[in-house]
């Protein structure tokens, strides 16, 4: 972590491909993601602010596929079971509802087995776990129960 | 009645004409504090049109706003801040003393102006300008690159300097002896670090005493304590500026955020006012005998400057695209160095022809600052272009060679 002495603080790592990815936070709670030019990581080419809505989503999109694959990894032995990602958009049917009114075991005997929300998982979610738009929702079944699942989300 | 009616009409046309130059200074790239220095030049004084009746306001209010330029710089960084920074940056910030002082000493000397408004010039040419050269950074996108925390910490690194300075300033300017030079610098030192101390374990308590959740009695609380703390400082001989930049650095966390937030707009208007205040009492007919001065001063200065960036960023290990940018970056002096200069000429030790000088500079060196920062990467670019392709031609350093074709293959 660097302080930026009357602005806030920055938080960096080069990746594999020689670019600086990083996030500024301001003082007053502003985020900025930055990115490297590739040439001169020493420059930034795009910084970008953003909104704490924002940055949850940006943090569930890089956060909830990583979860995945490696939930998958781990089931690979198990054939015919897979796991994926679901998205509750904000005005689902479920947004603001719990995990319990989804009955989701019941109808299309698929588990939900983790909640990605603002980059953070919440594992093993409880019936009383309350949905809430732009969560992403960790679920491990057969193909046919999780496209069942996809709708149960969608549409009710 | 009459006279009262004048005074606002000046005020106001004084107001409208700086916001008129502001919006213009900004649009052309450059920092207002010239053509705000410019506009004070033009009037009062050896000017086209004397200012008359308002000085009792201007006056007072030229005043506060050095109190609030130093306020806000000691509100801006925290005690940790100011820490870390003296902790990461004081090679670089020694380098930065040497460097940028010697020129405006030198020159004064030169001048036959006598070795208190050598002090005076030192610190003048020492002190960039952390106003402009933030603006700059932000305008510019560069508040993520790798160089500017190196710069922001030579920033910091030059404030807490300043503390020391402004009242071992103060002293020689009211006229003491070499002893009592030495007793200023241990009292300041002393001052410094027991503020630094208080601020880093009991600023909250200071930020209590100051706080309020009501927007009007923070304003007055604020004000107030920065009013009398300058005073009560001036008054001991510690300079008034150096009390509110110290108290400045005790408020801290979110009181420090919120009172930025709502005395920036004041600070601006006050410091306008102050900047104008210091062009009508500088006499434009002194300023061509000392153009050449001047013009020497922003020359040497601007490569002693860039030295120092380029030194501070090669210490950090940034690349040579990131250590020119610093070295621009850092080039720009402005606010401080009239606050210098007009805590100098207000002393009868020093010569009227000071303010001449350090007006001309800072008109210089505020224009130069911010066309530096934007030109230097193109130009350092052609630089390492070229010196990339003698490499190619002749060298077989590895290292370099990887550089040429990466500056190669983006050009």
Known sequence: MTPLPGLGT??????????????????????????????????????????????????????????????????????????????????????????????????????????????????????????????????????????????????? | MHTTAISLIQLGGVFFGLGVLGRLAWRIGISPIPLYLIGGLAFGQGGMLPLEGIEPFTTIASEIGVILLLLLLGLEYSASELVTGLRRSWVAGLVDIVLNATPGAVVALLLGWGPVAATAMAGVTYISSSGIIAKVLGDLGRLGNRETPVILSLLVFEDLAMAVYLPILTALLAGVSF???????????????????????????????????????????????????????????????????????????????????????????????????????????????????????????????????????????????????????????????????GLAVSSPAVTGELSALTTTYVLLMAIIGPVAARTVEPVARLFVHRRARRVRRGGHDGRDHDDATKSLSHT
Request: glycine share 10%; net charge neutral; aromatic share 6%.
């Open chain 2, 179 to 341: 002893l009592g030079g030495l007793t200023a610098v241990g009292i300041s030192l002393v001052v410094v670090t027991l503020v630094l101390v208080i601020a880093l374990r009991f600023g909250k308590y200071v930020s209590a005493l100051i706080d309020s959740p009501d927007a009007e009695v923070f304003l007055l609380r604020l004000l107030g304590a920065a009013l009398l703390v300058a005073g009560i400082a001036s008054q001991l001989q510690v300079s008034a500026a150096v009390g509110a930049f110290l108290l400045g650095i005790a408020i801290s966390g979110s009181t420090a955020t919120n009172a930025t937030r709502i005395l920036e707009p004041l600070r601006d208007l006050f410091a306008a006012i102050f900047f104008v205040v210091f062009g009508l009492n500088t006499d434009p007919s002194a300023i061509p005998p000392v153009l050449l001065f001047a013009l020497m001063l922003a020359v040497a200065t601007t490569l002693t400057k860039a030295a120092t960036g380029w030194f501070a960023a090669r210490m950090q290990g940034l690349r040579p695209m990131g250590q020119a940018r610093a070295a621009a970056a850092l080039v720009a002096r402005g606010e401080f160095s009239i606050v210098i200069a």
């Open chain 1, 10 to 156: 920055q938080q960096d790592f080069i990746t594999a491909s020689g670019h600086r990815v990083g996030v500024i936070t301001y003082r007053d709670g502003r985020l900025e993601l930055i990115v490297s030019a590739g040439e001169d990581p020493d420059k930034v080419a795009a910084s970008v602010g953003l909104t704490g809505e924002e940055t949850s989503a940006l943090a569930n999109l890089l956060g909830a596929p990583q979860l995945v694959s490696q939930l998958t990894k781990q089931q690979r032995e198990v054939t015919g079971i897979t796991t994926w990602q679901l998205p509750v958009a904000a005005g689902s049917p479920y947004d603001g509802r719990s995990l319990g009114e989804t009955e989701m075991r019941t109808r299309t005997s698929v588990s939900i087995v983790a909640v990605v929300r603002g980059g953070t998982a919440h594992p093993s979610p409880g019936p009383d776990f309350e949905f809430a738009g732009g969560d992403l929702v960790v679920v491990v079944g057969t193909a046919d129960g999780l496209r069942a699942a996809g709708e149960v989300l969608d549409k009710g």
